[in-house]
């Protein structure tokens, strides 16, 4: 089942996330539906708290990026062909190589695009979707998405990256996202405001 999206301005998405136990309640299909938003909003990552879930559950796929990429940018990452993968219980161990620049953007602050500098590896411990435990460093574009993923876990936005200039330029932008008036191809949740 595809579910709504949420929207900046939310709580949820300022909250640190909890971690779950193997036993939490229909993981499998919170995962699903999980994937199922994920590709119906065209997205490359997706955390629980961007479906109104404050649990430490991320999803990311950046097999989708190099799949459709431009014959010009092939090889220009080291992590080709990218990944897949659930991660569950995210812990992130270090931060490694130089910080470089790339236009991100986020599902729940649709139609804003910005440079953000982050660092070219990560290396993480989670657990997979059968809660099997793994340590792994990863680089390129994948390193890019998981550590934007975490920070959804973690309460923060890519935006929070920006200098205080730029954030003041986009206040306008972002307060009409949460207040609902954007238009998008996904569904999304507003956050609910006492006027």
Partial sequence: MVLP?????????RK????????????????????ETLYA????????PQINKPIRIFLVDSKQIFDHQDEE???????????KQVFINAQIINHDGDEWKYNEGCLSIPKIREDVQRPESVTIE????????HSETFCGLTARIIQHEYDHIEGKLFIDYLKPLKKKMLQGKLNDISKGKIKVDYKMMFPKWNF
């Fill in 5 to 13: 999206i949420v929207a900046y301005g939310s709580e949820i998405l």
């Fill in 126 to 133: 989670y657990l997979d979707e059968n809660f099997q435990q």
């Fill in 73 to 83: 940018d092939k090889g220009k990452y080291a992590d080709e062909p990218g990944i």
């Fill in 16 to 35: 640190k996330s909890e971690p779950i136990s193997a036993d939490y309640p229909h993981l499998e299909k919170l995962l699903k539906d999980m994937e």
């Fill in 41 to 48: 909003s065209n997205g490359v990552g997706l955390a629980a």
